[in-house]
């Protein structure tokens, strides 16, 4: 269980969000907010990155609609300049003037495209397998899913054709992916076996779609990558050498930010802050400080 030195619920357009931070504002480094995935996700399966609070502030979030914040289920909220907002909603309440950011996936996203505005007291960026152009994402795990053995591609097809996606079968197929594409620690630990319970189903769907590997929701034709070069910070891309995200794709992503530098961890998928987490925290802490 995670001690955290402050709580609270910030109220931003749509209702309030929750935040947690871990550390002291007045250690030597500006803090670092946390940008989870999903969408509809939480932050939860984020908590390894308390390991970088010795010398700052690490602040943790829920978006609104996800884990421990308030959930309307508008999809009115379901944009992303709110999400956005999100983050200058907590500058102004913890009075943030300087900061760094980190974004997982879908929190990827969100904070490249809130780097690409220039915001004024962004120190630093970190981007984790995030998601910058959904058209590559899933061509790539197109590629992914066809390396399945052949008995969980029968399933995963056979389903979808059927119109039967929510069923156990198909649900314990795409287990069989995620083993391989989004976590391949065994057992998933505590924290992101909460994350998964705690799933906003209805705001991952509507926004993204069934799967990791299937886009049918609001981001279907999602392009952040035109936006990158206005990225002025520097920044650090990472991905895991099985991602969903692929090291390719990731890669060339990277090469559009301008002070961008980009590492593969040898060991994971798409959350290698847990699957290579020592080695993980030893590559952010040396980029942060």
């Known amino acids: 269980m995670t001690a955290f030195q402050q709580e609270g619920r910030i109220k931003v357009q749509g209702g309030k969000v929750w935040y947690g931070v871990v550390g002291f ?22 908590l390894s990155l308390k390991d970088v609070s010795k010398n700052r502030a690490v602040i943790f979030y829920d978006q609104l609609d996800a884990g421990k914040s308030d959930k309307p289920d508008d999809p009115d909220n379901w944009n992303l300049p709110r999400f956005l907002d999100e983050i200058n909603c907590i500058c102004a309440e913890l009075s943030i003037e300087k900061f760094s950011l980190f974004g997982n996936s879908w929190g990827g996203t969100v904070a490249a495209a809130y780097a690409a505005q220039k915001p004024f007291g962004l120190n630093k960026l970190i981007l984790s397998s995030p998601l910058i152009k959904t058209s590559v994402w899933v061509e790539d795990n197109e590629l992914h899913r066809s390396n399945l053995p052949i008995e969980i591609k029968i399933i995963l097809e056979t389903c979808e054709n059927n119109g039967d ?24 630990p505590d924290g992101l076996v909460q994350t998964m319970n705690l799933l906003n ?16 929701g609001l981001l279907k034709n999602y392009d952040g990558s035109k936006d990158l070069y206005k990225i002025e910070v520097p920044t650090l891309v990472t991905c895991g050498k099985f991602d969903e995200a692929t090291p390719q794709s990731t890669e060339k992503f990277s090469k559009m930010i301008p002070r961008s530098e980009f590492k593969v961890f040898q060991k994971s998928s798409h959350l290698a802050f847990i699957e290579e987490q020592n080695a993980y925290m030893s590559a952010i802490n040396n980029f942060l400080n």
């Not at 705001?203 to 299937?214: A, D, I, L, S, V």
């Open 25 to 46: 504002f007045e250690g030597n480094q500006p803090p670092l907010i946390v940008v989870h995935g999903g969408p509809g996700m939480s932050h939860n399966y984020l």
């Open 165 to 188: 996606t929510g069923s156990e079968a198909y649900m314990n197929a795409v287990d069989q992916f995620y083993k391989k594409h989004f976590c391949r620690v065994n057992p998933w």
């Open 201 to 216: 189903v209805n705001c991952y769907q509507k926004m993204w779609g069934p799967t990791e590997f299937m886009c049918t």
